[in-house]
């Protein structure tokens, strides 16, 4: 609730506050169980039976104004489940979160004009009119001024290249030229707090790269925080100092990108084909020490012929691995694939 | 040369499969009947309303009643079909240049998928409301159901030409984007030249006319007379001739199409 | 503690003035637009007006044989088909996007308007404004066939014509006030189309013709929990057979204001449930 003293002193008060401050955030679901067996049709219309799913466990972080965030997880780990959460959209079943100092789900228009989302998959322009129309009726929606609005438009335009399209009935626009426009429309009530849902899926390098561009100048150039989950370890690494990762539902890892790199390592996948077969030196087990005990591999697959298995090259070297290997076999061709960073998030945070 | 005959197992499973696709769903039909049986019943409501203050010629306010009854039962076999037969969507994606190159002429191979589509609307559909209206209406089949066969019959003759109107509305596609204006259209000439809710004999006589010099009596008027135990069984070769000369214009649509296609590339 | 008040009081007009500004542009550009394509737009509109025109013919055809329905004459009829298409045009206009929640709903774009400094109903009914000029054509011409019949016999005066303005205004906003209620259920249910159906499509259909119609249950339902009777029938009493009293319309002005109130509510519970259970 405010006092007349937090309203006399509003700007001291902000700078004090985080962007985003969030406290053993839970969310869980009832889903009602699909009932099996005779009648389950009648049965479940006079009772049902709930289980509940937790889909987010007692989350909490705290992001700084100006900070650059990534938020990275598996599907199905929570990350949309906390993102709803932040901006106000679904209540937590418990926790609390406050946008610089703003309950988002006691007060939601207040922290609405605040924020800018946007959402990859969905654009919240008007479809069927070109996008000018659409800047002018969210610019009232939002109660800004048309100096504002025409300053702000000049400098999107130039850095995010609008003028092309700037006509265009929105239905007619690419998917790069789509969402350029969406998020010059989430900016256009300049809120200091920007989230963005899978803002580069699908698109192609060029326009990955124009709006990490733009991302990049409204952090380091506008001071503006962002938050942004994404499947493209490439907008990870170009854009966040801080990246969280969330598996489970729960915050796996918090800390900078480069801490993260370290702690994976840099998992590979040898693939060796034997000449005439191999021999393990114990059956029936999927992790293998070596022989001499400096490392272990797991073993991922193997056919008659071949053995693939996974090493951290961070820990040993690939002429070592190969030649532990070689004991067991003559081996006639090798192959080495990194699995993307995607996929050892998933196996290792998943 | 297309053939048409040695498919038959084919245009089986065309039509089961259509029949299944919407087996899953049947729950929500089924609601959905009570909605459709409501506005049967409100027309059925306005012709007892004009029963307690006129007399409605040969028919009589039952007689009206059950006229309603099967117009509205009918509508699920004789209108109320895929639109265009699925032409439309298949022209936007470019399905249509693949429809075409099968060995089952194109005409064939979507009437199958709808037949499959009608029986499931007979089904659970027609029949459903059939009964409910009865019920909610106080009625019994006409003549323990003796008239039934005759009428069905002239409904199946229904639902044939509504799969060739509807053919040749979804081949327009292929020339103009408003075939669905097309499809609208036609139900709304149906709502008045097909005997929906007025008996073709009491419109004025240019209309009537008019009605009978297109198919239409022959898609909801005909079977209902044929269940009311009115109809004249001449009014059969009316239909027999009817579904005879759209499946011509049919065939001759298509021939149109596949020129198009093939010489333009669709 | 007056100045906060004083503020927060201009924050408001500020904002409903905002608000107004949006739906003029939203109107100028949605004409715009449409405006494009002229020959399409034409023709679209006349198809759509014959096309919705037939439902009408089907029963002034019966009327013009018959002579009256339980006493309500064809051009009577023919006012209360109006009267509705009228109404529900105005619905439509404006609300199109509560109609079609359940898209919303399906797709999860509801999300996004949860983040609009706005409440919900207001982000989404501009994101659908679309002018039906078809259905306006359509009720204006039989309004105005009813009328000009009318008006020369005598049974009503020119005094009639803003009197129906009024009933449509109130009957737009009942006809609204369903279509809400019906949508919020979606919250609960997602698939909304047999409900609509009922709710909206039978009982617009239903309350065309005059109610004298329908068994006793059927009326009262239409005059109290969907209450469609209160768009056409309700004022035709008045206004074309001088029945009830001028007290009609301030019933309707109030009738109207508790549906969208009480409509609202549902609302508001409606989008606290899904905030709490999500999609």
Known sequence: ?????????????????????????????????????????????????????????????????????????????????????????????????????????????????????????????????????????????????????????????????????????????????RMRAD?????????????????????????????????????????????????????????????????????????????????????????????????????GDDLIIAADSRFAMHIVSRTESTLTVEVNRQEVRTMDVLRELGHWGEIEDVEMREPDFEEIIRRVYG | MISFRSNTRLYRALAAKAYARNIQYRGSHLLHNFASAAFGYLYACIWMGLGRDHSLGDYGTIGMMHYITFTQTSLWVASFTTMGLGIPQSVRTGQIALDLMRPVHLFAHLMAKEWGQIAYQFLYKSIPIYIVMQLALGL????????????????????????????????????????????????ALMNLLAGFFIPLEWLPGWLQTVAWASPYPFMLYAPTQFYLGKGDPVLLLGTLAWCAALTLLCMLSTKALRHKVEVQGG | MNERKAAGVTDRRLALRNYIKLYLILIRTSIRSRMQYRFNFALGTLLAAIIQLSEFLMVAIVLAKFGAVRGWTMHEVGYLFAVMTLAKTLYRTFANEVHNLERYLVEGELDQLLTKPLPV?????????????????????????????????????????????????????????????????????????????????????????????????????????????????????????????????????????LAVLLALRFWKFGISKYQSTGS
Request: net charge neutral.
């Open chain 3, 121 to 257: 109903l207001l982000s989404l009914m501009p994101r659908g404004f679309r002018l039906m000029p078809g259905e306006l054509l359509q009720g204006g011409a039989i309004l105005a066939w009813a009328f000009g019949e009318m008006l020369q016999t005598g049974q009503v005066t020119w005094w009639a014509v803003p009197q129906t303005l009024f009933a449509i205004v109130t009957g737009g906003v009942v006809l609204f006030a369903i279509g809400m209620a019906t949508a919020t259920c979606g919250f609960w249910t997602t698939r909304i189309s047999m409900l609509q159906n009922m709710t909206e499509d039978a009982a617009q259909t239903a309350a065309r013709y005059p109610l004298t119609l329908y068994p006793g249950w059927m009326s009262g339902l239409l005059l109290t929990a969907i209450p469609v009777g209160l768009v056409g029938y309700l004022p035709a009493l008045y206004i074309l057979r001088g029945e009830l009293g001028l007290w009609v319309f301030p019933v309707l002005a109030a009738a109207s204001c």
């Open chain 2, 140 to 187: 019994t089949p006409i003549d323990g159901g003796r008239t039934l066969p005759l009428a069905l019959t002239a409904l199946a003759g229904a639902a044939y030409m509504t799969i060739c109107m509807n053919y040749m509305m979804g081949i327009s596609a292929l020339w103009t984007t408003e075939s669905s204006w097309l499809y609208w259209g036609n139900q």
């Open chain 1, 183 to 283: 998020i010059a429309a989430a900016m256009l009530h300049d809120p200091e707090l920007l989230f963005l849902d899978e803002p580069t899926i699908g698109l192609d390098v060029n326009a990955k790269r124009n709006i990490r561009g733009f991302l990049k100048v409204l952090n380091e150039e506008f001071g503006k925080t962002i938050l942004l989950t994404t499947h493209d370890m490439d907008d990870i690494e170009q854009l966040c100092r801080r990246v969280m990762v969330i598996g489970g539902g729960r915050l796996t890892y918090d800390g900078t990108v480069e801490g993260l790199r370290r702690e994976i390592g840099l998992p590979t996948e040898i693939k060796v084909t034997y000449r005439d077969g191999y021999v393990l030196p114990r059956q």
């Open chain 1, 1 to 177: 609730m405010e006092t007349i003293s937090s309203r006399a002193v509003p700007t001291v008060q902000a700078e004090r506050e985080a962007a985003i401050e969030a406290v053993g955030l839970c969310k869980s679901f009832k889903t009602p169980v699909v009932a099996q067996g005779r009648f389950s049709g009648i049965r479940s219309l006079f009772s049902r039976e709930y289980t509940t799913k937790e889909a987010v466990r007692d989350i909490g972080f705290t992001v700084e104004k100006g900070d650059f965030v990534g938020y990275i997880g598996p599907n199905g780990a929570g990350k949309s489940t906390t993102i709803k959460m932040l901006t106000g959209i679904l209540h937590p079943s418990s926790g609390s979160v406050k946008l610089a100092g703003v309950d988002p789900h006691r007060d939601r228009l207040r922290c609405a004009s605040r924020l800018g989302v946007v959402f990859g998959q969905r654009s919240q322009l008007w479809w069927d009119l070109p996008v000018k129309d659409s800047y002018d009726i969210l610019a009232h929606m939002y109660g800004v001024k048309d100096t504002d609005k025409a300053r702000r438009l000049g400098e999107f335009a130039e850095l995010l290249d609008l003028r092309e399209f700037w006509d265009t009935p929105v239905r007619k626009l690419s998917l790069g030229q």
